[in-house]
T-cell receptor, first 109, second 115 residues
């Protein structure tokens, strides 16, 4: 079966750095996405990786290793508004998105 | 602004009373999706349309149906809602469903409560 694993919950301090990991086992690979979802709201797109390496976008970076089936989302200079769930999703060989259950990130002052 | 709009945002219904949720988009995207998301769970794909080509996920219950009368609109019908159908229903669109950065744009969601 296809599976996406990410931690259920993480806590970090305002101003700090946090890394949210995602591991996947899917039938093929056509890219990995990270979405941010605030409580009770719709997911919004953060990043896309299809080749190995690091993609940087402001305070957020996303890393991919296809050989290890592994990605992480790195958030720097954390702000209270970063408190949200972060969803990892992989597009498989049939171009279907396989979603993780999300990591709830709690930011403390 | 181009966007995805869902109505209603909140829907309360009684057990077994049919419900219709709507979604409209001004992005002119080819693909429209309906997802069900329960608290702290991954979004679960119910249906998607590539243009007018309807795709039903294998494990979507028969209680759920969908219509896409034109490019801009899509509807989700729940014929006889049960307590287990209480969830957030998310509509999303994408330009196409193929390879590349196939980014989904989501609506704000419709939260369904079943009494």
């Amino acid at each position: 079966g296809q599976n996406i694993d990410q931690p259920t919950e993480m806590t970090a301090t305002e101003g700090a750095i946090v890394q949210i990991n995602c591991t996947y086992q899917t039938s093929g690979f056509n890219g990995l996405f990270w979405y941010q979802q605030h409580a009770g709201e719709a997911p919004t797109f953060l990043s896309y990786n299809v080749l190995d390496g690091l993609e940087e976008k402001g305070r957020f970076s996303s890393f991919l290793s296809r050989s290890k089936g592994y990605s992480y989302l790195l958030l720097k200079e954390l702000q209270m508004k970063d408190s949200a769930s972060y969803l990892c999703a992989v597009m498989d060989s049939n171009y279907q998105l396989i979603w993780g259950a999300g990591t709830k990130l709690i930011i403390k002052p | 602004d181009a966007m995805v709009i869902q109505n209603p945002r909140y829907q309360v219904t009684q057990f077994g009373k049919p419900v219709t949720l709507s979604c409209s988009q001004t992005l002119n995207h080819n693909v429209m999706y309906w997802y069900q998301q329960k608290s702290s769970q991954a979004p679960k794909l119910l249906f998607h349309y590539y243009d007018k080509d309807f795709n039903n996920e294998a494990d979507t219950p028969d209680n759920f149906q969908s219509r896409r009368p034109n490019t801009s609109f899509c509807f989700l019908d729940i014929r006889s809602p049960g307590l287990g159908d209480a969830a957030m229903y998310l509509c999303a669109t994408s330009r196409d469903g193929g390879a590349g950065a196939n980014v989904l744009t989501f609506g704000a969601g419709s939260r369904l409560t079943v009494l």
